[in-house]
């Protein structure tokens, strides 16, 4: 962490000075201010240009050379993997709620009171499906009891469906999550693999951009993703507002598994069959298959940073349910191949 910010403060601090050198320069010009400590201020500047110029031409002339050609062919393959792997995070970030979908229509506002009594923040409310534009007791309430505002408001309703759903996104986002970090660590792994026939300066000072020249692709790994429901207070005239966001992270959405399970009265499940998918139970589907995929057995000892899954074998959009039974181990690659067909562990 503190390298990659040392790196980052280094070079907006080179690019302040190539564009701050010349202007300085000519600054002091126009004030025959032309003393010692000026001009060497100057001079000081004009060589960290120079310097940058020179990186620059460097690594124009270094990322055509067969030398970082044959570098980047010898690693190839494991890019691939890790691209693929990041395409596969994405598509993990990109499950949601079902979305409220009914339509309201569309209606014109129009403030038609005399000047003093207009309310010209009433005009600025958009809708937007993730904020519930509210009073201020509501806005109260849903600060003290988020998950009872969030059902009531954004029309989630306590029932076995959306418990899946929720499930379901938050087995993917604990995915999500893992992989990033297991990525990291790949790509981390690669550039040590490799660190001793690279420039050393490149790769402490313009990792990013060497990052992209061997083909990696950009890793988004911002948590920007969580689902957020905001409720919004603002008085009339604007003058007084308020806000409170329910952030659906790993965190929220393993207590809003719990808290729905609670107010749900479930109908299909048998008795002390149906389980709730926590982070304790992935962890421990993971150990009773041995950190094993179940389908290609592949496992962590041959793939140290795998992304191990857990994946519910009857699908619960075809009536599986999440039991110790219903759930195994698979591998990132081999679930993605799955979708919502059923694998058996024959082949
Ligand atoms: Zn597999």
Avoid at 167 to 189: C, H, M, P, V, W
Wanted: hydrophobic fraction near 35%.
């Amino acid at each position: 962490m503190s390298r990659k910010m040392k790196s980052k403060d280094i070079e907006a601090l080179i690019y302040l000075a190539i564009i701050a050198s010349p202007i300085y320069g000519i600054y002091l010009l126009f004030h025959n201010y032309g003393d010692m400590i000026g001009y060497s201020i100057v001079f000081l500047l004009i060589c960290v240009s120079l310097v940058y110029i020179l990186i620059f031409i460097f690594e124009y002339f270094y990322y055509k050379s067969e030398k970082f050609l044959a570098i980047k062919s010898s690693i190839k393959e494991n890019i691939l993997k890790c691209n693929e792997l990041n395409a596969h995070i994405e598509e993990l970030k990109q499950v949601s709620l079902a979305p409220n979908t009914v339509d309201y229509g569309i209606a014109n506002y129009n403030d038609n009171s005399k000047y003093k009594y207009q309310r010209k923040e009433l005009e600025k409310i958009k809708s937007n499906p993730n904020v519930y534009n509210c009073s201020l007791s509501i806005c109260k309430g849903a600060q003290e009891q988020p998950f009872k505002y969030l059902c009531k408001y954004f029309n989630i309703k306590a029932d076995e469906d959306t418990l899946s759903d929720v499930e379901n996104i938050f087995n993917d986002f604990s995915a999500a999550e893992q992989g990033k970090i297991l990525l990291k660590k790949e790509r981390t792994d690669i550039l040590d693999s490799i660190q001793n026939k690279l420039p050393s300066f490149l790769l402490e000072f313009r990792q990013k951009k060497l990052i992209k020249k061997l083909g990696f692709d950009d890793v988004d790994f911002n948590d920007y993703y969580f689902p957020k429901y905001t409720f919004n207070y603002v008085s009339a005239g604007g003058n007084s507002s308020m806000s409170c966001d329910v952030l659906l992270d790993l965190e929220n959405l393993e207590k809003l598994i719990l808290y729905l399970s609670n107010i749900i009265k479930f109908k299909k499940s048998i008795a002390g069959q149906r389980m709730l998918m926590t982070s304790s139970l992935r962890e421990k589907i993971k150990k009773r298959d041995k950190y094993k995929c179940k389908h290609c057995s592949i496992s962590i000892e041959q793939e140290p940073n795998l992304l191990l899954e857990i994946d519910h074998i009857v699908p619960l959009s075809k009536g599986g349910i999440t039991s110790e039974d219903n759930l195994q181990t698979l591998c990132w690659r081999c679930n993605r191949k799955k979708g919502n067909k059923i694998l058996s562990n024959e082949n």
